[in-house]
């Protein structure tokens, strides 16, 4: 394992770095990647990354790309979150589903799909969670029922992030109740124009709208739409949550909390504890931030990233929870006061960073999964 750098990916750094420093004049909603606000800012920036083909800069050239690198694909997005650029429903498009077309994809929906995300034409939401079904994802009720040329599809989704938005859902749904719960699931892709779709918005407890439920009543999904052979959706869903879940962007917004932390403590010369404790969270992300090189150079390697995407995935985003929760501690009674109050330190995105941090340790797959597939295809612990 090599993580040093080439002078080529220092130059890739200073060129985006550079990018950033213009492109990020037209978003002025906050400063955490994945928010929903100021969603007319995000499409701004969107079509800058597609005007220089950054959209998604790792896919093949065939497909829209450029090629890169895992390694230069992983110092974007770490460069993109270190500077607050919002993600404009890239991590679903081009985190999620689009590398999960170019595995599994017919040459059709490649076709149809991929070029799209590349332009900045399509936005994409996941269809996954149900109110019954979350950690235990092959509970799922969502029914398709197989008519001619179509699927007919009932149920409801939640916590659908960008639904609001979304052009498009990947979803997974049972397409035969009499398997086995991990056998009888099917992958669709599904137009959020089509009748019968309703999303219910969900805002969270900051107070921002990511969030929603989607209802689907009597909606028809053609079967050209469906990725992967009927009833062996689990694994087409199973490939997507592995990208989903090998993603440096987390360490970098751990980071940039971090720098901002440690610029006011030596502004208002803060004591013994606040060093020590801001030393002891520095030195917990430059472990994740290895975690994180590390998955980049197996890929680069050829190498399957499975366990590592899991320890990454839990070490990230329970890091983020501690690493709020020191911050609007070291803050004093400032530390709980929302952006907008003119007393807030750090203008108040500290407290919206404790509340949103809890989130993130649900969705992709709980902690408590996170560690039940470390125990079994990591160490090779029996399951329960």
Not at 272 to 297: F, I, P, Q
Not at 303 to 319: D, Q, R
Request: aromatic letters at 8%; hydrophobic letters at 40%.
């Amino acid at each position: 394992m090599d993580f040093a750098f080439t002078p080529e990916h220092h130059a890739l750094r200073t060129e985006v770095r550079g990018f950033l420093k213009d492109a990020l004049t037209v978003y002025s909603g906050p400063s955490r990647p994945t928010s929903q606000e100021d969603w007319p800012g995000q499409m701004a920036f969107l079509a800058q990354l597609a005007s220089r083909g950054w959209v998604a800069p790792a896919w093949p050239k065939a497909y829209g790309g450029q090629g890169w690198s895992p390694v230069s694909q992983m110092i974007f997005s770490e460069e993109l979150s270190y500077a607050g650029a919002p993600d404009a429903g890239r991590v679903f498009s081009v985190g999620m589903i689009g590398p999960t077309l170019i595995v599994h994809g017919t040459e059709e929906q490649k076709r149809e799909h991929l070029s799209q995300i590349t332009a900045g034409e399509a936005i994409w939401c996941q269809g996954y969670s149900e109110p019954g079904s979350g950690s235990d994802l092959a509970s799922l009720q969502t029914r398709a029922v197989r008519d001619g040329d179509d699927y007919i599809v009932n149920g409801q989704k939640i916590w659908t992030t960008g639904a609001h938005h979304a052009d498009w859902c990947f979803m997974v749904v049972r397409t035969d109740p009499d398997r086995p719960k991990h056998k009888g699931i099917s992958f669709l892709l599904v137009d959020m124009t089509t009748p019968g779709i309703t999303v219910q918005p969900i805002p969270n407890m900051a107070g921002f709208h990511e969030f929603n439920q989607v209802f689907f009543e009597d909606v028809r999904v053609p079967v050209r739409n469906r990725v992967g052979e009927e009833n062996n959706g689990w694994y087409v869903a199973m490939t997507l949550l592995d990208f989903e879940r090998s993603n440096v962007a987390s360490i970098a917004a751990n980071q940039r909390v971090l720098d901002g932390l440690a610029a006011h403590a030596r502004e208002t010369r803060a004591g013994r504890v606040a060093r020590h404790r801001l030393a002891e969270c520095y030195l917990a992300n430059e472990v994740g931030r290895l975690l994180s090189y590390r998955t980049a150079w197996m890929q680069e390697s050829g190498k399957v990233v499975n366990v590592e995407a899991s320890v990454i995935k839990v070490f990230a985003t329970e890091l983020a929870q501690r690493i709020a929760n020191a911050g609007v501690n070291l803050l004093g009674t400032g530390g709980a006061l929302l952006p907008g109050s003119k007393h807030a330190p750090l203008s108040g995105h500290l407290a919206e960073e404790h509340m949103e941090n809890v989130s993130p340790t649900i969705y992709s797959g709980s902690s408590e999964v996170q560690r039940n597939i470390i125990a079994t295809r990591g160490l090779g612990l029996p399951r329960d």
